[in-house]
């Protein structure tokens, strides 16, 4: 029954008036897709890739603090840590308090960081941790300071130095 009213509700509109409805259904068609699909999934996507970095940093930062529970327990000192530049970088960035603003592989095997915001009272200090704990050293270091005092870097680590 209400099929054939609107049937009949169609076939009463002129041609331009069933055009022009045709054009805002499918319209309000891709509105719907894009607000009510594709921008949710694509969110979601970018959630679940943002707790997986973070899973895998604190993975690196457990092994690191595992290591040094295993020394603990057998009486020697804590051995330092024989992790990748990447596992290196990222597990003494947490262990500092600092949050890596870029994360990405270098063709040379190591890895390149962005580090923003933080103090020099923070950045140095990480890169000396960084050093003497797991033998990682910058090859390539920018480090800019803006107007509010706080340091930007982005580096470049390569292979442990040892």
Do not use: C, N
């Amino acid at each position: 029954m209400i099929a054939s009213q609107v049937i009949a509700w169609w076939e009463a509109r002129t041609r331009r008036e069933q055009v022009l409805l045709a054009v805002l259904a499918a319209g309000l068609g891709l509105f719907i897709l894009w607000f009510g699909v594709h921008r949710p999934l694509a969110q979601a996507r970018a959630d679940a890739t943002l707790r997986y970095d973070r899973a895998l940093r604190d993975e690196a930062v457990v092994r690191a603090a595992a290591l040094g529970i295993r020394a603990l327990e057998r009486g020697a000192p804590a051995p330092k840590a024989a992790a990748s530049p990447a596992e290196a970088v990222s597990a003494s960035a947490a262990a500092a308090g600092l949050t890596l603003g870029r994360v990405e592989p270098d063709p040379g095997g190591g890895v390149r960081v962005a580090v923003g915001g933080v103090s020099p009272g923070q950045l140095f200090p990480w890169l000396a941790a960084l050093q003497q704990d797991y033998g990682v050293t910058p090859a390539h270091l920018a480090v800019v300071k803006d107007a509010q005092g706080t340091l930007s870097a982005d580096a470049t680590f390569g292979g442990t130095g040892r």
